[in-house]
């Protein structure tokens, strides 16, 4: 087919790739590039809050914004907080969801389909109804609380929300399909052959996980752990609404930035700063990565 | 190769066995995979374990490894009882039809792998794995993952991974199945010859009764979870026990008759097909009936078939209706009665001498008493 027309063979290519890229093009680097051009210009009264970056013909940017971003400890204690947060819950999400994704791909085959489905049924409520019903079960006077001091196991509520408990508690939960599929899709993948090959050459179970099982589904481990880290650095909702005032996360600084403050350009610096920091240590993983890969061909 | 007076071949009274498989069963739901199958196999056999698939062979070869539990009967190995030992503590390796290579690990890691379970120093474990790789030749690629390897070198490092062990059995499962005709045949010899370096007990699970015939000293012939016969080829192909076999192994002429007496070893049976009376060597001969139904069966390449009458006490008549120009052979179809072909193989001797027979000429067909075998089952 492609021999007898290979110029439409590849327009049509061009045109299947193109779509997407034009998508990204106009709806992730245009509004980058219009929040990179604000973080560049200087705050102000009026509409829009910031000055334009061309006047009188002439271009005005300046690097004042990510200058102030260093000075105030504030922006980096929230990123690292972030961090911090984000690894342990994917962390946690991984030691929940790996038995989970483990337990699910060896399951038998009519089981597996209403199980995966248990899992992802979540999505089908709105991710903001709830976190909002975790605020109603963790409350002082909420379900948990009221269950505990009815059975008589404490005498006072346990003050649960607006804690980083909660914090941690929201993310796990709300991301947690997102570590369990990346990993049951490489874990159903496995070849049980090997397990087999595994038992007969005198390896444990638990040998044989840790030597063979392991090992070979670390790519899922790994992108289930980029799936759940990225967005929970970034998160904003889950510790809005389930942490307290002293739970200090970039995403909610960006907020304050943005909306209380109306300091857009110091905003547009420290969305952009944000991005950089974690995508420039990922982008750099994966070029690493695929090269090994190359090299291993 | 000559298998027929190799010692090897004897029951495996002669040596001790290294296993004994008693009335073993096991059933997947309504289906019985296996059915009370008993076995004995000698130290340093070369066996093979010959089916059809679905026939419970891979199932057997599961149940000695110890993927698959018996419901019934037990599993010796080694005079131990094994039955209920899981896979890693049973000294037993196998040699998947997948070769199921650890993707993740050298050639070398794979082959050392078992004996790191072991729990074997470095550097013993170093010097065991560089003999067995050179045993199979693979020395130079040690340090290669599976990804890189070609297929008949896969299979050999599956094969060092099974041997590195020391195995008291090395159990393959359809091991040339994924090779390509020409290196299966190569594989083959290399397969026998490591057998005998290492002296190591091999089980050969096996659809393909050539593969069978050629590598091992006794093979059993499954069907439906039960083991037919077990014999060396020789045995199996001569002397088969049952109609079943006889059209298994190699190609056979089957004739229905009944058997009108017996005298001095031989048995006089009238064939169906034409009624013709045929005298036929049996040890068994005193045990038939007057009047009991069996079946005659002749190979092809025992039968002759010419345009003059032999003048034997075994003589048929017919018309050619097909043949076979192999080169070497010419397989003649013959119609002895109607709807009933025999076959005759014969060597294609001589190049410009005698007319070679022609299809549509009548032809009469004969073979030694001793030729034939009477079957019963």
């Not at chain 1, 209403?114 to 379900?143: C, H, Q």
């Not at chain 2, 896969?154 to 040339?176: H, M, N, S, W």
């Not at chain 2, 050539?210 to 499954?222: D, G, L």
């Not at chain 2, 109609?243 to 048995?267: M, P």
Request: hydrophobic fraction near 45%.
């Amino acid at each position: 087919m492609s021999r007898d027309n290979p110029h439409a063979s590849h327009a049509g290519r061009r045109l299947v790739t193109g779509v997407p890229y034009l998508w990204l093009l106009v709806f992730f680097l245009a509004p980058f590039a219009i929040v990179f051009g604000i973080s560049l210009s200087k705050a102000r009264f009026g509409v829009p809050p910031y000055e334009p970056l061309l006047q009188n013909g002439e271009v005005i940017a300046q690097w004042g914004n990510y200058a102030f971003l260093l000075e105030d400890p504030l922006y980096l204690t929230a990123l690292l907080n972030s961090i911090q947060i984000a690894t342990t819950s994917a962390a946690i999400c991984l030691l929940i969801g790996y038995p989970m994704a483990l337990g699910i791909a060896r399951a038998p085959d009519r089981w597996r389909s209403p199980l995966l489905l248990a899992v992802i049924l979540p999505f089908w409520t709105s991710f903001l109804i709830r976190v909002y019903a975790w605020m109603g079960l963790l409350k002082n006077e909420g379900l948990i609380n009221s269950l505990l001091l009815a059975l008589g196991i404490v005498d006072q509520p346990v003050q649960m929300l607006q804690t980083g408990f909660a914090v941690h508690l929201g993310i796990v939960y709300s991301y947690l399909p997102f570590m369990v599929l990346p990993l049951y899709a490489t874990l159903e993948r496995m070849d049980l052959s090997l397990l087999e090959a595994a038992s007969d050459l005198g390896a444990r179970p638990w040998r044989a996980f840790l030597t063979i099982t392991l090992p070979l589904s670390l790519p899922g481990v790994v992108a289930g752990f980029l799936l759940v880290f990225i967005p929970a650095v970034g998160e904003f909702v889950i510790p809005e609404l389930l942490g307290s005032s002293r739970t200090i996360m970039i995403g909610k600084v960006l907020w304050t930035e943005f909306f209380n403050n109306r300091d857009w350009p110091l905003a547009s610096a420290l969305a952009v700063a944000m991005l950089l920091l974690i995508v420039a240590p990922l982008a750099w993983l994966e070029s690493l990565r695929v090269r090994r890969r190359g090299a291993a061909r | 190769m000559e298998n027929g007076t190799s010692p090897a071949n004897s029951a495996p009274g002669a040596r001790p066995s290294v296993l004994s498989i008693e009335s073993a069963t096991r059933r997947f739901g309504d289906v019985v995979a296996v059915d009370r199958v008993d076995l004995a196999i000698g130290q340093g056999e070369f066996f093979a374990l010959l089916g059809e698939s679905g026939c419970g062979k891979t199932t057997l070869l599961r149940m000695i490894a110890g993927f698959e539990l018996p419901d019934e009967g037990r599993i010796l190995i080694d005079g131990q009882d094994m039955s209920r030992t899981p896979p890693y503590d049973r000294p037993v390796n196998m040699v998947f039809q997948s070769y199921a290579l650890f993707p993740h690990m050298s050639v070398a890691q794979n082959v050392g792998y078992g004996l790191r379970q072991e729990g074997m120093a470095r550097s013993e474990r170093d010097d065991r794995v560089a003999e067995v790789l050179s045993l199979v030749e693979l020395s130079a690629l040690a340090k290669r993952k599976p990804h890189q390897l070609s297929g008949g070198q896969r299979q050999r490092v599956a094969l060092a991974r099974g041997l590195a062990k020391r195995p008291k059995i090395l159990l393959l499962d359809e091991p040339l199945g994924a090779l390509d005709r020409k290196l299966r045949e190569r594989t083959q010899f290399e397969l026998m010859a490591l057998q005998a370096r290492t002296g190591t007990t091999f089980i050969l699970v096996t659809h393909d009764q050539e593969e069978a015939m050629t590598m091992s000293n006794r093979i059993a012939v499954m069907r439906a979870g039960r083991i037919h016969q077990i014999g060396p080829p020789r045995e199996l192909y001569e002397d088969p026990n049952s109609r079943f076999v006889a059209d298994f192994i190699g190609s056979a002429n089957l004739l229905e008759g009944e058997v009108l007496g017996t005298e001095a070893g031989t048995a006089r049976v009238r064939l169906q097909a034409g009624g013709h009376t045929v005298a036929i060597e049996s040890d068994a001969g005193a045990s038939f009936s007057k009047g009991q139904p069996v079946t005659v069966m002749v190979r092809p390449e025992k039968m002759e078939a010419g345009r003059q009458a032999f003048g034997g006490p075994n003589e048929l008549t017919g018309q050619v209706v097909d043949i076979a120009y192999l080169g070497d052979l010419s397989i003649y179809h013959v119609a002895i009665a109607d709807g009933i072909k025999v076959q005759v193989a014969m060597a294609n001797r001589q190049h410009r001498q005698g007319k070679p027979l022609e299809r549509g000429e009548g032809v009469h067909l004969a073979w030694h008493p001793g030729d034939a075998v009477i079957l019963t089952e």
